[in-house]
């Protein structure tokens, strides 16, 4: 960060200039001032701490009011620079309220300077149709518990040994007004940006574990005793407080027993605060539940941290065996994370098998269990709700 040194009465930007830069005072007082028909009018006075001039590191508009230094001051200089790379990380609903706001404030104020903002900064006016979208997908889906509009479907995970179901993946599903439904992929993201993910997150607990006992009479394939339910986590789940206290809630209101829960949590999950997200899978696992990790073997993480992580089964992505029929090497990997969980004492569940050929090269390849369409898409079970 560069600073400059400004004497008394001297001038740091005058009104309508280009805005560069914003300026944090380190000491000294600065003035801001409106030049009102030649006579300069006193708008405010700054001191040390305070910042000035940081509307030009979010629009290109020119400087609304000059600035002057009425003693020896110092200030650091921000650049637009420092903040782009920020920016473009944020979320772009609040960068697009911010440019509202900036313009609205500015409208307020009387000064129409010609829009330049959405010339010289191209981004922004994506990141306006993208905030929209998002923020209607944002209310729809804030709605969506109330009305009812979620289910879930359920997918079984076949043990090869004897093709018996194990357990089954709770997947959401979103019926919109218009009855169509819309796929996790384009909405959960949406969910957890928005803190909505927290309330659904519970819903989905509590529904999946009351679910269990209807799919024992529902499935009409050959299922174990003791099969679970596996519930998929998203990463903001993990900090909410609450989160272990549901699911203790839903194994009791339910009867289930704790085992027949099985959290679904990815590594990059895990990764985004890693302490924190580890000390809540111990939780969860002491209460009995079962932790999966899934798409295991996608992330960045080393398997070096394996055996610190409470995990009782790896899942492998559908990639893994998107073209295991054609190449050697796909088996042999797959092969590999197989073996590596058997000496580590994990469940091992290979996920996406289309076909037979690919379940019977899974078999030989010592893989345990497989989910996938060839045994069953995902169902939704009646839609009849009971009596609270
Ligand atoms: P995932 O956890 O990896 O879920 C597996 C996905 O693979 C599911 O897609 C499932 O329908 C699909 N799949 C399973 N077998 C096959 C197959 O043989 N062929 C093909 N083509 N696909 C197969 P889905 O239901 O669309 O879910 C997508 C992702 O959305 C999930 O990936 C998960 O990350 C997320 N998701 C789904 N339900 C929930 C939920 O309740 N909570 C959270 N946080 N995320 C969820
Ligand atoms: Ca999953
Ligand atoms: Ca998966
Ligand atoms: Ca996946």
Redesign the pocket.
């Given at each position: 960060n560069s600073k400059i040194n400004l004497a008394a009465n001297e001038l740091l930007f005058r009104e309508g200039e280009a805005g560069q830069f914003a300026y944090l005072i380190e000491r000294g007082r600065i003035a801001i001032l409106r030049d009102s028909a030649g006579e300069y009018q006193l708008l405010s006075e700054l001191g040390a701490g305070e910042c000035l001039g940081e509307m030009a590191l979010i629009s290109h508009d020119p400087r609304m009011a000059s600035a002057m230094a009425l003693e020896d001051t110092t200030l650091t200089v921000i650049t637009r620079d420092h903040l782009k790379e920020r920016m473009a990380r944020s979320d772009p609903l609040i960068r697009h309220l911010l440019q509202l706001t900036l313009k609205r404030y500015r409208q307020s104020l009387g000064q129409t300077f010609p829009d330049t903002s959405s010339t010289q900064d191209l981004d922004y006016l994506e990141d306006e149709q993208q905030a929209m979208q998002r923020m209607r997908t944002e209310h729809d889906l804030s709605h969506a518990l109330d009305k009812q509009e979620f289910i879930?479907?359920y997918?079984p995970i076949v043990r090869l040994a004897d093709r018996i179901t194990t357990g089954f993946?709770?997947?959401?599903?979103w019926r919109r007004d218009d009855g169509q439904l819309v796929?996790?992929?384009l909405f959960?993201a949406v969910a957890?940006e928005s803190q909505i993910?927290e309330k659904i997150?519970h819903w989905?607990i509590d529904e999946a574990s009351q679910a269990r006992t209807r799919l024992a009479s529902a499935y009409n394939g050959k299922l174990s005793e003791d099969f679970y339910v596996s519930?998929?986590?998203?990463a903001r789940?993990f900090p909410d407080p609450e989160l272990p206290g549901v699911v203790q809630e839903a194994i009791r209101r339910h009867g289930l027993l704790a085992q027949q829960l099985q959290m679904?949590v990815?590594e990059s999950q895990i990764l985004e605060n890693r302490e924190h997200a580890i000390s809540v899978l111990h939780n969860l696992q002491s209460m009995g539940c079962r932790i999966a990790l899934?798409?295991f073997g996608t992330g960045y993480s080393s398997l070096a941290y394996l055996n610190r992580l409470p995990v009782d089964a790896l899942?492998i992505?559908?990639m893994f065996l998107d073209d295991m029929l054609s190449d050697q090497a796909s088996r042999t990997i797959i092969a590999g994370m197989a073996r590596l969980a058997r000496d580590l004492q994990l469940s091992f569940i290979a996920?996406?098998?289309?076909t037979e050929q690919q379940v019977e090269a899974l078999s030989a390849l010592g893989v345990e269990h497989v989910?996938?369409?060839?045994f069953g898409?995902?169902f939704a079970l009646e839609t009849k709700k009971e009596p609270a």
């Open positions: 879930l479907h997918q993946e709770a997947l959401l599903r796929s996790p992929d959960i957890e993910i997150g989905i519930i998929n986590l998203a789940q679904e990815t899934d798409d899942k992505d559908k996920e996406g098998a289309e989910q996938g369409f060839f898409r995902p």
